[in-house]
Every structure is written in C-alpha cells, then in structure tokens.
C-alpha cells in the first residue's frame, strides 16, 4: 500500500491518484489570475485552506470576497474557508492562487463561513532541536465555536535541522482519554526547491517501517502507524496537517520506546 506521494502542482485540481484512507482526502487548488474552479462538496465537508495568494469563494448566496494575504505557506498565519456538504461553491483566483482542498465525510447541517488569521492559534511545541510552531486553523480546541463534523486542521512549520511530531505518535484505536482513532494526512512544502526532509512511518502490528523523502508538494497519508518527520539543515519544512475519525477529540499515543523525550521537555524548556 502507498502511504507517500507526489501531489501534481500543474494548473488546475490536483487531486490523490492513490489514497488509503477512508475518511480523508485533498486536492490541490493552482489557478491562475482570473480563473476560476467550480466543485461540488457532495456527501463531504471540505475546508479550503490558502497557501498563497487571494481568492473569491461563492457557495449559494454566500460569497467571501477577495479573502488571501500570504504569498505562500511560509508568509503567517492563513486564510480558510469551511463549506458544508450538499453546497456547489466556485472559487475564483485574484493573482496566482495556490489552495489546499481538504475532505471527510458529514452530513453537518451548517452554514459555511470563512477562518480569518486572528482566528488561528499559534503555538510553539516541543523543544531544542524537536521545537516547531503549530498554527492551529480548525481544531477543537482552539475554535470550539467553529462547527465541523470530522476534519481537525491546521499547519505546522518546522526549522531547519529540527524534528516534529517527536516523539513518534500514532492514533488508531478509540480510547479516550488515551487514543482516538483518526486517520492523518501531511501536505509538505520546502521554502526552497533543493530543500527536502524525511519522514518516518511504522508499525509493528502493520509490519512495516518506511522512511520517506520530504520534498515539495509531496504528501504523507497515515490511515495507521507511528510517525515522525523532520527538516534538513538549511531548510524550513512546511506541513499541513489535516485529521478525520468517528471522533473529533485530538488524543495520541507516543511510541512507549520514544516517550521519556516528552517528560524532558519541561526540563528543557525550563
């Protein structure tokens, strides 16, 4: 099964030509000035999240003017939009417009409305060479007023040399407060052509234990199994994280043999 891929960054929506979740799914949005892409969400919720540039997103009646300020995912904090199932929406490019298209399932009975960048929380995670910052865009915990039936989503920008996701995590089985299963997907982009990453993945009742390059626009999809990545030195990895299950909690379980790093870090922070 294939668990990392290439996502096409041609003109157009680039969807997954090989995906084994059964939850989530993305496509990548490349429109330039003036064009304009017409989707339908179906039986799905999709949260539109802006790499780079500014668009016009119509759903219906409801229409997000011109929305977009960063000019690529290194630029702050981003601008998302969430669109209920069951809604035809056209999206509209003012310059070039780079977008990320993320899907679960849901019959949520909603209005759709936009995530502006004072809505998104930051955060710093980790420590030493294992800090990152996350950007939390649609989660639980950071906007519980913001209504979502699956999808938790948000971004995660790790420095050069520096791991994230550390220690290792997986979440596969429905067991609050401890676990909770979803599955996940890494949407990875590279502030430099040249410029990669690794990412590891495994799972010992799976049976197996890959190490993936990092490259731009590639992307990372765990519908199982631990999992790490990190940045190579001189070079900043972007990653939008995007997650689906039965429940919308966030809970994870570390890697027992990894584990102790975490009870360091406020030692190290300290």
């Not at 490349?30 to 017409?38: N, T």
């Not at 939008?240 to 299950?245: E, P």
Request: proline share 7%; net charge negative; aromatic share 12%.
């Amino acid at each position: 099964m294939k668990y990392f891929t290439n996502v096409d960054s041609a003109p157009g929506a680039n969807g997954l030509a090989e995906n084994p979740c059964r939850f989530l799914d993305f496509t990548r949005l490349v429109l330039a000035d003036g064009a304009s892409f017409d989707g339908t969400t179906g039986d799905r919720e999709v949260v539109i999240v802006l790499f780079g540039g500014r668009a016009t997103v119509r759903v219906g009646d409801r229409v997000f003017e011109k929305i977009g300020q960063r000019p690529n995912p290194f630029g702050g904090k981003a601008y998302a939009v969430y669109l209920p199932a069951g809604r035809r929406y056209t999206v509209t490019a003012h310059g070039s417009l780079d977008a990320g298209l993320c899907s679960a399932p849901a019959d949520l009975k909603t209005e759709p409305y936009v995530v502006e960048p004072s809505r998104v929380v930051s955060m710093k995670a980790g420590a030493a060479n294992f800090s990152r910052e996350l950007n939390n865009i649609l989660t639980p915990s950071s906007q519980p007023d913001l209504p979502a039936q699956r999808l938790i989503v948000g971004e995660t920008l790790v420095p050069s040399g520096n791991w994230s996701t550390y220690p290792a995590h997986k979440h596969e089985v429905d067991n609050l407060p401890y676990e909770v299963y979803h599955e996940e997907m890494y949407y990875f982009r590279v502030n430099t052509p040249e410029g990669f990453g690794i990412c590891r993945h495994y799972s010992p009742q799976h049976g197996y234990d890959n190490n993936y390059t990092v490259r731009d626009s590639t992307i990372f999809m765990a519908p199982h199994g631990y999992h790490t990545t990190c940045s190579a030195p001189g070079y900043t990895n972007y990653f939008l994280w995007f997650l689906a299950g039965n429940i919308r909690q966030q809970a994870v379980a570390l890697d027992p043999d990894l584990a102790w790093v975490q009870k360091a870090v406020p030692l190290i922070n300290g």
